[in-house]
């Protein structure tokens, strides 16, 4: 069933096969660089409420530990849901996939790249509308900072993306060229979580995810909710409606905050919030609703 792994690809060591892997140095470098910046900034900025804002670009230090906790944890989860889902995605290439598209083909990693964005376009957008995938999501989305710790805050529950990618081995794509797309996707959203890098040229604003764009999606001002969810690409945004530019400063964080550092708590704070509302309900359209409606939803 293996045979569709290329002889080079076995022969590369195993922290090479991850473009994750192999950015992890950066991502060491642009924190320490971005955490330096951040000391000479001034004293948090205030809303015309008096709520106060952290500094731009600012750190704080256990904010900071935590979201980098959560994303060395997230290493090990995400290797043991790619390892469930290579075996489910080899025998959908193997057995269902109507052709295989040629590895060394320059239109195959067109179409990976590509379809690899789309997709999470649409699970990114399905994870912010479904209150038991966002159940998973939200622990992204729980730091009040914004900064390139938040960027390794990441959920340990990766089931939804493993299905919405589908379609990818399923049109003929091979599974490890699969990891190796969304890798690079999570790659370059690194570097759009940062409040020191301000509008680019309007040309890249319109076609590319940039930092201002997804500083939008990370608002919970009610103009920003449910903004911006592309990856790579904004247009997949402007397109179905879901774009929203930047006009303001964006409040992180949740509409509700947790209130912790405990990053356990983080992570299962409302899978057990989906339960209570479960128990409590008074019907089976009531406890379905609590379960797929979106966040917030009540009969």
Same mark, same amino acid.
């Given at each position: 069933?293996?045979?569709?792994?290329?002889?080079? %690809?076995?022969?590369?060591?195993?922290?090479?096969?991850? &473009?994750?892997?192999?950015?992890?140095?950066?991502?060491?470098?642009?924190?320490?660089?971005?955490?330096?910046?951040?000391?000479?900034?001034?004293?948090?900025?205030?809303?015309?409420?008096?709520?106060?804002?952290?500094?731009?670009?600012? $750190?704080?230090?256990?904010?900071?530990?935590?979201?980098?906790?959560?994303?060395?944890?997230?290493?090990?989860?995400?290797?043991?849901?790619?390892?469930?889902?290579?075996?489910?995605?080899?025998?959908?290439?193997? $057995?269902?996939?109507? %052709?295989?598209?040629?590895?060394?083909?320059?239109?195959?990693?067109?179409? *990976?790249?590509?379809?690899?964005?789309?997709?999470?376009?649409?699970?990114?957008?399905?994870?912010?509308?479904?209150?038991?995938?966002?159940?998973?999501?939200?622990?992204?989305?729980?730091?009040?900072?914004?900064?390139?710790?938040?960027?390794?805050?990441?959920?340990?529950?990766?089931?939804?993306?493993?299905?919405? /990618?589908? &379609?990818? =081995?399923? !049109?003929?794509? =091979?599974?490890?060229?699969?990891?190796?797309?969304?890798? *690079?996707?999570?790659?370059?959203? #690194?570097?759009?979580?940062?409040?020191? !890098?301000?509008?680019?040229?309007?040309?890249?604003? #319109?076609?590319? @995810?940039?930092?201002?764009?997804?500083?939008?999606?990370?608002?919970?001002? =009610?103009?920003?909710?449910?903004? @911006?969810?592309?990856?790579?690409?904004?247009? /997949?945004?402007?397109? #179905?409606?879901?774009?929203? =530019?930047?006009?303001?400063? &964006?409040? $992180?964080?949740?509409?509700?905050?947790?209130?912790?550092? @405990? !990053?356990?708590?983080?992570?299962?704070?409302?899978?057990?919030?989906?339960?209570?509302?479960?128990?409590?309900?008074?019907? %089976?359209?009531?406890?379905?609703?609590?379960?797929?409606?979106?966040?917030?939803?009540?009969?």
């Amino acid at each position: 069933m293996f045979d569709f792994v290329p002889e080079f %690809w076995n022969s590369l060591p195993q922290p090479l096969r991850d &473009p994750v892997s192999l950015a992890i140095p950066f991502f060491v470098l642009f924190l320490a660089l971005e955490w330096g910046a951040a000391r000479f900034l001034a004293e948090p900025e205030y809303d015309a409420d008096g709520r106060a804002h952290p500094p731009r670009a600012g $750190y704080a230090g256990l904010d900071a530990r935590t979201s980098i906790s959560m994303g060395l944890a997230s290493i090990l989860t995400t290797a043991a849901w790619k390892a469930l889902a290579l075996v489910g995605y080899a025998a959908i290439y193997a $057995y269902l996939a109507p %052709w295989h598209l040629p590895v060394d083909a320059w239109y195959t990693w067109v179409i *990976l790249i590509v379809g690899v964005d789309l997709l999470y376009y649409w699970y990114h957008r399905i994870a912010h509308r479904v209150r038991i995938i966002w159940a998973a999501h939200q622990a992204h989305h729980s730091s009040e900072y914004y900064n390139f710790a938040t960027a390794l805050r990441q959920k340990w529950n990766n089931s939804g993306e493993i299905v919405m /990618w589908i &379609p990818l =081995p399923l !049109i003929g794509i =091979p599974p490890w060229m699969v990891f190796v797309g969304f890798s *690079l996707n999570m790659v370059y959203q #690194f570097f759009v979580h940062t409040e020191r !890098i301000d509008k680019l040229p309007r040309p890249i604003e #319109f076609v590319l @995810n940039t930092p201002s764009h997804h500083r939008v999606h990370h608002g919970c001002d =009610p103009q920003y909710l449910d903004k @911006n969810y592309g990856g790579v690409l904004i247009l /997949w945004d402007r397109m #179905f409606g879901t774009f929203e =530019p930047e006009t303001h400063r &964006p409040t $992180y964080g949740l509409t509700k905050p947790v209130g912790t550092y @405990n !990053i356990l708590t983080l992570q299962t704070h409302e899978y057990a919030a989906i339960a209570r509302d479960v128990r409590a309900a008074g019907s %089976w359209r009531e406890r379905i609703g609590y379960l797929v409606g979106p966040p917030g939803w009540t009969p």
